[in-house]
């Protein structure tokens, strides 16, 4: 294996070299999917049975299930399934996806492994589908919870839609909220319609155990938090005082916000929350060196279905891309 990038020291990485030399062809990359998808032995993705058996010239539906009488693959029951997209560039999307700390867009994956940049946005948001959902893990704490909005400067807009636009600030973007918890360094982040204190306390009442210590700024919709809460004043320019800071979930929504900048130029509130789980699940799982990230990225795909037409279809949020 290659040696770890920096400040990761115990992480171990993998080259381009060695993950080609992983997937030489198609049925090296079908056997890894087969290995982490079934390693307790094969079973159907349609009813979980283990009754199976393989199907002479079977392709694309090399297996049989005697239970729900079905032909099934390796993709049947995953977030890949009904793709016709080689497995192969399905392993290597993962890995550049995983690997690169600003993800990758659409535009260079398509011209990485020689497919359509539909389709290559088509995969990004199915891989996406391994970190969506919300975790029922909650945090003992110290817990840091902060808020961000992603958007347009106004600076960028025409005068015209600039004119459109009430208030300052934050009006016109989309409110994020998470948050970081010290004790095991894992986020938890989403999109809010937003920042009253009804949605900022059940966001933080969900994750935090009773015991745990909470630190926010001093926005007035944490006031009353009923846990024990420590605030620092950002409104006069006070940004840490003794344990109390929020520094940590500031971090990752820096990284954020360079993807959004640096990688996908603009992202639109319809689907800002799919790139949110992006990095939040990244972050979760950056101790793990990279062939136990691409496994577990894998494994979470397993029960999760995204048809083109439900990725497409409204969901009340603008689909009008907002540059950072």
């Known amino acids: 294996m290659s040696k770890s990038a920096l400040g990761k020291a115990h ?9 080609f030399a992983m997937f030489p ?34 392709k694309p539906m090399p297996y049989w299930c005697t239970n729900c009488r ?8 995953t977030a890949i399934a009904r793709s016709n997209v080689p497995l192969r560039k399905w392993a290597i999307a993962i890995y550049l996806c995983l690997t690169s700390l600003k993800s990758v867009s659409s535009m260079k994956l398509h011209r990485d492994l020689g497919v359509s940049q539909p389709t290559a946005w088509f995969m990004l948001h199915r891989i996406r589908e391994a970190w969506s959902g919300e975790s029922e893990d909650t ?14 400067k106004r600076s960028n807009m025409s005068k015209s839609k600039r004119s459109e636009l009430e208030g300052r600030g934050a009006v016109g973007k989309t409110a994020v909220v998470g948050a970081k918890d010290r004790a095991t360094k894992q986020v938890r982040a989403k999109v809010v319609e937003c920042t009253d204190k009804p949605t900022l306390q059940s966001f933080v009442l969900g994750l935090a155990e009773m015991d745990a210590v909470v630190y926010t700024d001093d926005a007035t919709a944490y006031k009353g938090l009923p846990r024990e809460h420590e605030a620092v004043k950002h409104s006069v320019g006070e940004y840490v005082r003794m344990m109390a800071h929020t520094n940590g979930v500031e971090s990752f929504w820096s990284m954020l916000k360079r993807a959004h900048k640096g990688t996908f130029h603009k992202i639109s509130p319809k689907h800002l929350n799919r790139y949110v789980q ?16 691409m496994r577990d990225t ?14 497409i279809a409204d969901n009340g949020l603008s689909s009008m891309a907002r540059s950072q």
């Open 278 to 293: 992006e990095f939040a699940g990244k972050h979760n799982v950056r101790e793990l060196g990279t062939l136990n990230q």
């Open 298 to 311: 894998v494994l979470r795909l397993v029960g999760r279905n995204l048809l083109r037409i439900d990725l």
């Open 139 to 152: 945090f003992s704490g110290p817990i840091e919870v902060d808020e961000t909005y992603v958007g347009g």
């Open 70 to 77: 079905s032909y099934f693959s390796v993709r049947t029951g």
């Open 25 to 58: 062809d198609e049925a090296t990359a079908t056997k890894w999917f087969e290995d982490i998808f079934w390693s307790e032995g094969r079973k159907c993705g349609k009813c979980q049975s283990k009754k199976t058996s393989t199907v002479k010239s079977g």
């Open 11 to 19: 992480r171990e990485g993998i080259s381009l070299l060695e993950l």
